[in-house]
T-cell receptor, first 112, second 115 residues
Framework: DAGVTQSPTHLIKTRGQQVTLRCSPK?????VSWYQQALGQGPQFIFQ???????QRGNFPDRFSGHQFPNYSSELNVNALLLGDSALYLC???????????FGQGTRLTVV | AQKITQTQPGMFVQEKEAVTLDCTYD???????LFWYKQPSSGEMIFLIY??????QNATEGRYSLNFQKARKSANLVISASQLGDSAMYFC????????????FGSGTRLQVQP
């Protein structure tokens, strides 16, 4: 059983560009959350998707948007990239009544 | 106010010894969950252990145990018989209220196991 998978693993973008990150949840999981982890810090919650809708949102600007598909996979889109968006982006999935959140290996985004 | 506080930026431990990583939390919810994750240099967050606020027994998972002191709002991770592969960042996290709430993470503790 594959765990949470994210693509791509590494990405380099230029300031002002747009980026899309992808996440496939663990089998049987229906809730997907995205986190941003800057170097040397703990992950910060971006938003959570369940039943194809954004259910919760952290303190991130509208440049950060997402989507969840019927197969529960999810995308994170970031527009008008800033240098400060450089970070490790982590996707986590959970089952409906599960306590634990399982994370993917992350996508390391570098904005130059 | 910080919801999750990890006061030890870095810790050293000798191989085969036990180590305690500190975590204190702040919440007004009666129902909450506490988590510990391990993050090696590869970046993946690996789930280690979970403690629910209503659980009366301290959680244990193999060499990991969670020392849960509700009155003190602390949830320390104890790693017994440390191994070189335990060297990593360790994060304490909390989920407040309903099960679908997001996780709030602390700033982490870097553990280095010395041979």
């Amino acid at each position: 059983d594959a765990g949470v998978t994210q693509s791509p693993t590494h990405l380099i973008k230029t300031r002002g560009q747009q980026v899309t990150l992808r996440c496939s949840p663990k089998s049987g999981h229906d809730t997907v959350s995205w986190y941003q982890q800057a170097l040397g810090q703990g992950p910060q919650f971006i938003f959570q998707y369940y039943e194809e809708e954004e259910r919760q949102r952290g303190n991130f600007p509208d440049r950060f948007s997402g989507h969840q598909f019927p197969n529960y996979s999810s995308e994170l889109n970031v527009n008008a990239l800033l240098l400060g968006d450089s970070a490790l982006y982590l996707c986590a999935s959970r089952a409906q009544n599960g306590a634990e959140a399982f994370f993917g290996q992350g996508t390391r985004l570098t904005v130059v | 106010a910080q919801k999750i506080t990890q006061t030890q930026p870095g810790m050293f431990v000798q191989e085969k010894e036990a180590v305690t990583l500190d975590c204190t939390y702040d919440t007004s919810d009666q129902s909450y969950g506490l988590f510990w994750y391990k993050q090696p240099s590869s970046g993946e967050m690996i789930f280690l252990i979970y403690q629910g606020s209503y659980d009366e027994q301290n959680a244990t998972e193999g060499r990991y145990s969670l020392n849960f002191q509700k009155a003190r709002k602390s949830a320390n991770l104890v790693i017994s018989a440390s191994q070189l592969g335990d060297s990593a960042m360790y994060f304490c996290a909390m989920r407040e209220g309903r099960s679908r709430r997001a996780l709030t993470f602390g700033s982490g503790t870097r553990l280095q196991v010395q041979p």
